[in-house]
């Protein structure tokens, strides 16, 4: 098996069914004395992307033009 330039490497479909893990599944990798091995996560791992948790909780009663009529009010 190959990692890619991008530190990539294709977890083996037998892998992915025993571990029970799908397109967006989150995992981790653990060491233990000289061994790395991946798990399937218990809980979903925080993003970095602080705007993830902001979407779509905004509750304006307006269209996509009176939002963007407000910004572009000077």
Do not use: C, W
């Not at 995992?27 to 705007?51: C, L, M, T, W």
């Not at 996509?64 to 009529?69: G, K, P, Q, V």
């Amino acid at each position: 098996m190959r990692i890619t330039e991008k530190g990539q490497v294709t977890i083996p479909r037998d892998i992915r069914e025993f571990l029970g893990v799908m397109p967006k599944s989150e995992v981790e990798f653990k060491q233990d004395h000289g061994k790395v091995y991946i798990v399937k996560a218990d809980k979903p791992i925080r993003s970095n992307n602080k705007f993830k948790k902001l979407r779509g909780i905004a509750t304006a009663n307006m269209s996509t033009d009176e939002i963007m009529t407000l910004t572009r009010e000077t």
